[in-house]
């Protein structure tokens, strides 16, 4: 197999990977009620269950790629794949909620174990690497837009438990061809210890770089904005626009749409014109999009908010690899597994941010800060620019 033919045969098995591991995360928030009946406890309850699985998953970012640079990143995508699929099987088959709320947990873990590494693999072998990022980001935004849809209808055809099995059969396929088709990936830094790796004080370092505390900034305000944007949008839409429910879940869908369309389109931009201008490009329009979502009158200028804000949040298709092109070979694997952590796990606040804010001032507010945010990045960018400073 030549090298153009094996390095896209990766990144197809790295985006399928995703898919697998992003659906079996938003599986379960279609299936709350049923979930809710069957164990007999609260909202309060199952939130706090995926809360534990999404801190798992920005918890394992930095190990992963510690994991990744000793043994290779075939094999911590492969134990992502077979661990989230037999963490499926486990929410499934949970015979009591602590059960469940265990399984949800080694889920988050275990999916967390594929983004650092697959995107570490997929720069060493792509020259075009905006692009390959934002065609294996697309497998998430995929995974979110179809799963509700096949979630539901398995529920309603053969019960949750099976659903969310459901999930296992593709994950233990993907486990398959990635085996199958993917070569074992030579580790980067085979012979350093595990202990050093973890060196705290070089961890510190690696973050208090001025490129990598800007781009660390950077990507917290854009996973927070997402995070807000991505739990209360249909509700935003219900609430302050007064829409249907029927039309506010078409929305989400078309912001679901736009994003995964995007993610290419910009990876492209960023490796034809810097990854600046496209980072830049997409906070500035993803305030534009926030903007006409408060502000913008009739079904048009809502339309167009929600495309304009799925282009706006991805802004990882240039931004991630504008990190791993400030980290030297050696540094990619463990250093962008930590800067990952950091930036997700300071993020997760967005939904908790957003909630409150709209309960208080409301939803045009709460929006409304989101855009705000995002133009403060976007400022900041022309800062640089302007005074020609090296971040």
Do not use: K
């Not at 290779?72 to 909620?97: D, M, S, W, Y």
């Not at 509700?235 to 879940?249: G, K, Q, T, V």
């Not at 913008?296 to 791993?324: D, N, Q």
């Amino acid at each position: 197999m030549s090298r153009w033919r094996y390095r896209n045969t990766v990144l197809a098995l790295c985006t399928l990977a995703f898919f697998v591991t992003m659906f079996a995360r938003v599986a379960i928030s279609p299936v709350v009620p049923q979930i809710i009946a069957a164990f007999e406890v609260s909202n309060t309850a199952i939130g706090a269950a995926l809360t534990g699985m999404w801190v798992a998953y920005g918890l394992v970012q930095f190990p992963s790629g510690v994991v990744g640079d000793r043994f290779g990143e075939r094999v911590v995508i492969l134990t992502a794949l077979g661990g989230t699929a037999v963490a499926c099987l486990l929410i499934a088959g949970a015979p009591v909620f602590v059960v469940f709320v265990a399984a949800t947990i080694v889920l988050g873990a275990f999916a967390g174990l594929h983004y650092s590494v697959a995107t570490t693999l997929l720069s060493r072998i792509h020259d075009n690497v905006g692009t390959a990022v934002g065609i294996h980001n697309s497998g998430a935004t995929i995974a979110g837009l179809v799963a509700p849809g096949i979630v539901t209808w398995l529920t309603v055809a053969f019960g949750w438990r099976v659903a969310l099995a459901s999930t296992a059969v593709v994950g233990a396929a993907a486990f398959a061809l990635f085996y199958a088709f993917v070569e074992p990936t030579e580790p980067q830094r085979p012979s350093v210890s595990m202990r050093e790796q973890f060196d705290f004080r070089a961890l510190a370092e690696l973050l208090s770089r001025p490129a990598i505390t800007f781009m660390v900034l950077v990507a917290i305000v854009g996973e927070f904005v997402w995070q807000g944007a991505a739990s209360f949008l249909p509700m935003f839409l219900i609430e302050h626009r007064e829409y249907s429910s029927s039309l506010a879940a078409v929305g989400f869908s078309a912001y679901f749409v736009s994003q995964g369309f995007a993610q290419v389109g910009v990876g492209w931009v960023s490796d034809r014109f810097g990854r600046d201008l496209a980072t830049a490009g997409c906070f500035l329009l993803g305030a534009l999009g926030l903007a006409l979502l408060v502000v913008g009158p009739g079904l048009a200028a809502a339309a167009l908010g929600v495309l304009l804000l799925g282009v706006g949040m991805s802004f990882e298709a240039p931004l991630l690899p504008r990190i791993l092109s400030r980290l030297s070979e050696a540094e990619r694997g463990t250093g962008f597994g930590l800067i990952r952590t950091v930036y997700v796990l300071t993020a997760s606040v967005g939904s908790l941010v957003v909630g409150f804010t709209a309960d208080v001032f409301g939803w045009g507010v709460s929006f409304g800060l989101l855009a705000v945010l995002l133009l403060l990045v976007f400022a900041s960018f022309v800062l640089t620019w302007v005074f020609s400073i090296d971040v």
